[in-house]
């Protein structure tokens, strides 16, 4: 953007950054907002090759961070089930009855529902599976209930690793951004987003 003059140059990473933070809300609604991001990304540093600050480290961080979202999502979900007394199969059934409750309930509540639906999906997933595995009701309770709250913890620090992408990303498409003390390196100002998506 350097053939812009400041202020519109300004204002064209502006809008784009709050762009940015609209795509990440799609996190709640079960779509892979992480992953568009990363996408948008991309597409701007070809759009703007004099973005040198982008170089292999920035999508080295990037790219890892997204991926840790993954594994938080899913891991926090197994842990909780399993902690809960969920069985092997139970979590499982809970993981994929976690993306069908998404797809099928994303249509609903202008597309909350898709949150709503994975909850429901975990829970249901696990409960059913630990009921036909002979399980007692109060057992396969404990197991599903600890299913959902995975799912939600998992959906929290996923939104959170988001976070940590947004701003490393503001940094570099505009590095006069006041996301932190302006010596702070990009591991720092990740850090300090993704602990507060975590809280």
């Known amino acids: ?44 540093k070809t759009s703007h090759p004099g973005a ?4 292999v480290w920035f999508w080295v961080m990037m790219v890892s961070i997204a991926l840790a979202g993954e594994a938080l999502e899913m891991g926090l979900q197994y842990i909780k089930a399993r902690r809960y007394g969920s069985s092997s199969a139970g979590t499982f059934a809970g993981m ?55 799912r939600f913890l998992g959906t929290v620090c996923k939104c959170g690793a988001g976070g940590g992408m947004l701003a ?12 932190a003390r302006p010596d702070a390196g990009d591991a720092q100002i990740v850090f300090s987003v993704f602990s507060w998506g975590m809280c």
């Open 1 to 44: 953007m350097d053939f812009l003059p400041f202020p519109l140059a300004s204002l064209v990473a502006g809008a784009f950054i709050a762009f940015l933070c609209f795509v990440l809300l799609l996190n709640i609604f079960g779509l892979p907002a992480n992953w568009f991001l990363l996408g948008l990304v991309a597409l701007w």
């Open 52 to 55: 040198v600050s982008m170089d």
């Open 96 to 150: 994929v009855g976690a993306v069908l409750g998404a797809i099928l309930l994303a249509p609903l509540f202008f597309g909350l529902g898709a949150l709503i639906g994975a909850l429901a999906g975990a829970w249901l997933g696990c409960f059913v599976v630990e009921l036909l595995k002979g399980r007692p009701v109060n057992a396969a309770l404990d197991a599903a209930f600890g299913a959902m709250v995975g």
């Open 168 to 179: 490393l990303a503001a940094r570099h498409i505009w590095p006069q951004i006041p996301l």
